[in-house]
């Protein structure tokens, strides 16, 4: 428990530190949401605006993860506990950096609002660019996500050899205390569930990677080669992150489930090992983020020449986390505050593509309940 515990910890520590470097990584010509010149990123105001957005998240990341800690060593120590209180206060001190930054988040975008029409920060014009034939580097190739079948097939005949070496009743569920909830009669199914998720896995970060493929690359008019030639470093990195991320964590599912069902190793020390693999990815995805910006913004704002503000679409961005711009063929563009991508919510086909994602998701939980009845 003491492990699992740190675990978590680290988790909620990790979470809340990429929420506090949010506004750091952002590109030049956008703070809070908002699109500003590059110049007024060193605006005392501006600055004071981060720097007490960055030190709020962190003191609540310091916070919840006190009270996260506390409530696991009660739940180690103590006999008969509610477990469903834990769980509550554990959701509670996990969300609670997200949900504070998110709120902090609006405050400091509606004051840069403010300033920007106090100052009179708009661009001069409306201009579009795009970049033709670019050499930029784009996202490594999606047949790399080929990797993923010889793991779900070895999952998958791996359990099929050991099918008499299961018990007769497999763990399909386990608590936040590590001992399972629910069992299951051995089936084909029940035995081949690491592989079922493995396939799972491969299938939603190979979705992801190609989400990088359909993305909108923001290309600044005021410096359309050196943004497009940073968006493309971006996604070049993110892809890689992406792969070597999903691989990691299917093997760090895979395996210890395996393992678990022959009860070759415990269900706790499977969940910690899929919990410290979880660890890994979120801090890699930290240090991604630190070096090359949201959406590249760190190497746009060494490569972008001028401090002209070209272009501005705050108007297509409701509170600065929403895009929606009917006149964008763009389905999936990178977020405007946070890591990742989002989609245009004025495309229909957005919203094919979601409902399609969603039904994918809800077939498989019913797949999975199907087995673990």
């Known amino acids: 428990m003491a492990v699992m515990a740190l675990v978590m910890v680290i988790m909620v520590l990790l979470v809340g530190l990429i929420m506090a470097i949010t506004p750091w990584i952002m590109p030049p010509t956008e703070c809070f949401a908002v699109t500003v010149p590059p110049s007024t990123q060193k605006d005392p105001r501006i600055m004071r605006l981060k720097r007490s957005f960055s030190w709020t998240v962190a003191a609540t990341t310091a916070v919840s993860a006190g009270m996260l800690a506390l409530m696991m060593r009660e739940m180690g120590e103590a006999s008969g506990v509610d477990l469903s209180r834990f769980s509550l206060g554990i959701t509670l001190a996990t969300l609670a950096p997200i949900i504070v930054g998110l709120v902090l988040m609006l405050r400091c975008r509606k004051r840069v609002q403010e300033l920007k029409q106090q100052e009179a920060w708009t661009a001069g014009s409306r201009r579009a660019a795009a970049v033709m034939g670019s ?6 190739s999606l047949a790399w996500n080929l990797l993923y079948v010889p793991i779900v097939l070895g999952f998958a005949a791996f359990a099929l050899l050991s099918y008499d070496q299961f018990p007769e009743q497999i763990p399909m569920n386990i608590s936040i205390a590590g001992t399972a909830t629910q069992y299951a009669p051995k089936s084909v199914g029940t035995v081949l569930f690491p592989a079922i998720m493995a396939a799972f896995l491969g299938i939603v970060f190979t979705f992801s990677h190609w989400m990088m493929f359909i993305s909108k690359t923001p290309v600044d008019p005021a410096a359309p080669a050196t943004s497009a030639l940073a968006y493309g470093r971006f996604v070049r990195i993110q892809s890689l992150a992406t792969l070597i991320g999903g691989l990691t964590l299917t093997l ?29 990815i979120v801090a890699g995805e930290v240090a991604v983020s630190s070096l090359t910006g949201q959406a590249g913004g760190r190497l746009a704002a060494e490569l972008r020449p001028t401090d002209e503000v070209a272009q501005d679409n ?16 763009s389905v999936i563009v990178p977020k405007r505050f946070g890591v990742g991508w989002t989609i245009n919510m004025a495309h229909p086909a957005a919203w094919a593509l979601m409902g399609g994602l969603l039904l994918f998701v809800a077939a498989f939980s019913l797949l999975m309940t199907s087995i673990g009845a």
Do not use: C, K
């Open 252 to 280: 760090a599912i895979g395996v210890p489930l395996l393992l678990s069902s022959l009860e070759r190793i415990s269900l706790t020390t499977a969940s910690l090992l899929i919990m410290v693999a979880t660890l890994a």
């Open 314 to 329: 705050d108007g297509h961005w409701p509170f600065g986390i929403f895009y929606a711009n009917a006149d964008d063929a």
């Open 135 to 140: 050499e930029a580097p784009g996202p490594i």
